[in-house]
């Protein structure tokens, strides 16, 4: 049998919303009503460790009924007469040493979740869209929809609230509480849309039907499956994104299974619990991303055209500062004194392209999801949280 890490789940009490891991909410018209970010990010790295107190745990959920696995000699359900489905099951009682007869009482469960087969375009009932990034003006909007004075408001409200693990994180993992809070406000804007989807569904289906990413898929639900078991929680529990990422931190399951931490101590791991998906985002963010506590994040810089075409852009590019220097980019302070390889990120507004430079700590953001504006994004959300917070 494989060997996975002895973790202890609390039953998962589902915030309450109207949508999934990346709705959004109207963006403001009024740009001089939202505090805006930094255009360079705050210090990493506390001159000292920061004095920690640990508060008492958040309290305990109700109690529910342990859960008693079924077992079915018969697959029924949705798929009952899928042969993708029934080869799955007897290579996972095999590979891990699962009861088949439970396997098939948790398959009989599932229903077919068509949400998320038409989020990921599998039948092709629409045409593709243009890639957003490369219009006009795609920058305003994207930001528009997270850098709002309520997600702002309540990114402060939530640091207040977490202070304590925070710079418990920071300590332990050395990564800015910033980029903790950005994510989970442009993840779930602060728990108010963790998804409504069945996890098991959502999994099951994309692994069945989405044969592009049909291996990725299978491998989630194979990790998913395992997860819920040892923890002894019945798969249609949680509920997440229609891509099976779940909680504050919305992980996927083999993240859980990587790199979820007990951060309030109290013997379990919950990623709806606000303590547990702190720490968890921060050691996704230094093994995962390998995050440096001792560099920046991002930068702009000042560039005489109006528009940037000439050379590639993106988190995967790298050139040396010396380099864009000689094209006469400007960067708008020092820096931090970080002189290493850059990528060049550019944000297409109305009226310019807009472009900074990133570290590898901007391309370990993107670990989380590969996409500069989710980056950028990220960025400047908490660094006007940070700036809210401190009252500067």
């Not at 997440?240 to 013997?267: H, I, T």
Request: hydrophobic share 35%; net charge positive; aromatic share 14%.
């Amino acid at each position: 049998m494989i060997k996975i890490k002895n973790l202890t789940l609390l039953p998962l009490i589902i915030f309450v919303g109207s949508g999934c891991i990346q709705k959004q909410t109207t963006a403001t018209n009024n740009p001089n009503n939202i505090p805006i970010a930094n255009t360079y990010p705050m210090p990493t790295q506390p001159s000292q460790p920061p004095i920690i107190s640990y508060p008492t745990t958040q309290p305990s959920q109700p109690v529910q009924p342990e859960y008693i696995p079924q077992r079915s000699p018969y697959l029924r359900g949705a798929y009952a007469s899928n042969y993708k489905l029934k080869q799955l099951i007897n290579n996972m009682s095999s590979k891990y040493r699962l009861d088949k007869f439970e396997l098939n009482a948790i398959f009989s469960t599932v229903n077919r979740d068509t949400i998320a087969l038409d989020k990921y375009n599998v039948y092709k009932t629409r045409k593709p869209s243009i890639s957003k990034a490369t219009q006009i003006g795609s920058w305003d909007k994207y930001r528009g929809n997270f850098l709002t004075s309520s997600r702002i408001n309540k990114g402060v409200a939530f640091w207040r609230r977490n202070a304590n693990w925070l710079n418990m994180a920071a300590y332990k993992y050395g990564v800015d509480p910033a980029y903790i809070v950005g994510i989970i406000g442009v993840e779930t804007n602060f728990g108010s849309f963790t998804g409504k989807h069945s996890v098991l569904d959502a999994l099951t289906t994309l692994a069945l039907e989405y044969k592009q990413r049909s291996k990725f898929f299978t491998s989630e639900l194979e990790n998913y499956i395992i997860l819920t078991k040892e923890q002894r929680i019945h798969p249609q529990k949680i509920k997440g994104s229609y891509a099976g990422a779940f909680g504050l931190a919305q992980f996927m399951p083999s993240s859980f299974r990587e790199y979820a931490v007990d951060l309030d101590g109290d013997g379990h791991i919950n990623l709806f619990n606000e303590a547990d998906a702190i720490g968890s985002i921060a050691n996704y963010f230094k093994n995962k991303g390998k995050w440096n506590p001792k560099i920046p994040v991002a930068m702009r810089t000042y560039y005489s055209k109006k528009r940037f075409y000439g050379l590639p852009t993106g988190f995967k590019t790298s050139y040396s500062q010396k380099y864009l220097y000689g094209l006469g980019m400007r960067p708008s302070s020092n820096f931090y004194g970080y002189r290493g390889p850059v990528s060049l990120i550019k944000l297409s507004k109305y009226t310019r392209d807009e472009l900074w430079w990133g570290t590898p700590n901007f391309r370990a953001i993107t670990r989380y999801n590969p996409k500069d504006y989710y980056a950028m994004a990220v960025h400047q959300l908490g660094q006007a949280i940070k700036k809210a917070y401190y009252g500067r």
